[in-house]
Nanobody, 123 residues
C-alpha cells in the first residue's frame, strides 16, 4: 500500500522545538521531491517547505524561514521537518506530500498526501 505517514506532532510551548517525520511505505521516497504543508482552523492550506529529491535544494515560506529546516534520509525512506522557535501562529495540522517538480509543489498538485499530524504551540 502506497502511503505517507507523518509523526512527531504534539503540544509545545512558544519558543520550543519539534521534529516532524514523514515516512513512506510502498514506494521509494527518493523518486520524489517532498513538500510540507500546514492548515490551521479556518485558514487555507499553505506550503511551508520544499526539499528536492536529493535534498540539495530547499525552499521555505517566509513565515518559517530561519526557523524550520527540511531534510531527508532516503536510506530510511523518511523526510524530516525540524521546527525551532515555534510560535502560536505555527499551530496547524502539518502534512507531507510527494511532487515531481517545484511547480507542482507551488500549485499543491501532489501525487500522494499524508494524513497529517497536529502541532499545537501554546503556553
Amino acid at each position: 500500500q502506497v502511503q505517507l505517514v507523518e509523526s512527531g506532532g504534539g503540544l509545545v510551548q512558544p519558543g520550543g522545538s519539534l521534529r516532524l517525520s514523514c515516512a513512506a511505505s510502498g514506494f521509494a521516497l527518493d523518486s520524489y521531491a517532498i513538500g510540507w504543508f500546514r492548515q490551521a482552523p479556518g485558514k487555507e492550506r499553505e506550503g511551508v517547505s520544499y526539499i528536492s529529491r536529493g535534498g540539495s535544494t530547499t525552499s521555505y515560506a517566509e513565515s518559517v524561514k530561519g526557523r524550520f529546516t527540511a531534510s531527508r534520509d532516503n536510506a530510511k525512506n523518511t523526510v524530516y521537518l525540524q521546527m525551532n522557535s515555534l510560535k502560536s501562529e505555527d499551530t496547524a495540522v502539518y502534512y507531507c506530500a510527494t511532487f515531481y517538480t517545484y511547480t507542482e509543489y507551488v500549485r499543491g498538485s501532489a501525487k500522494t498526501w499524508g494524513q497529517g499530524t497536529q502541532v499545537t504551540v501554546s503556553s
